[in-house]
């Protein structure tokens, strides 16, 4: 859901369980009208590096409007040079044009998915996540470099607290 509480959380745990049986690590939630468009894993939004140098995050109202997920997407921009896009992600239509997806969050950071399981089938991404693709792995670096005050802080993100 669009807010960070802990009742949208538990309404995942089934889906996850679900998931789990069928060999995954989490559950991935589509649209509720249509079940055609991504809107985010059980505890993380989804982040999707694409063919011809898109990066695409869910524009569903339905996901939580992430700090952390705002903060790559500009970084994807910014520092990469990607073509940014907050919009429907038609799972199914789109899946062949998938490089790399990721999880994001305050937990996460930014953590690749290996694959995902549609329709009875796998749809395998960058090395499967057992390590994280080029874009996931510079943005990791990007955002926990500025987060440690090791990457300056042109965005205004950080703010020194003396003790």
Not at 55 to 71: D, E, N, Y
Not at 76 to 91: F, P, S
Not at 108 to 121: E, F, M, Q, R, T
Request: a negative charge.
């Amino acid at each position: 859901g669009n807010y960070k509480i802990g009742a949208n959380y538990a309404g995942g745990l089934l889906a996850t369980r679900q998931a789990q049986e069928l060999g995954a690590n989490e559950a991935l939630f589509l649209d509720a009208r249509e079940r055609r468009y991504i809107d985010e894993a059980g505890s993380a939004n989804i982040v999707v590096a694409m063919t011809g140098g898109r990066f695409v995050t869910p524009g569903s109202s339905a996901v939580l409007p992430s700090v952390t997920r705002r903060s790559i997407m500009a970084l994807a921009e910014k520092e990469l040079g990607l073509k940014t896009e907050q919009r429907g992600i038609d799972l199914r239509g789109e899946i062949a044009d998938f490089e790399e997806v990721a999880a994001c969050g305050t937990a996460a950071v930014i953590s690749p998915v290996g694959k995902i399981l549609v329709d009875g089938n796998w749809h395998s991404f960058y090395a499967n996540g057992e390590e994280p693709g080029p874009i996931t792995q510079k943005l990791y670096e990007l955002l926990v470099g500025i987060q440690r005050g090791e990457i300056a802080d042109k965005y205004h993100w950080t703010h020194e607290v003396s003790i």
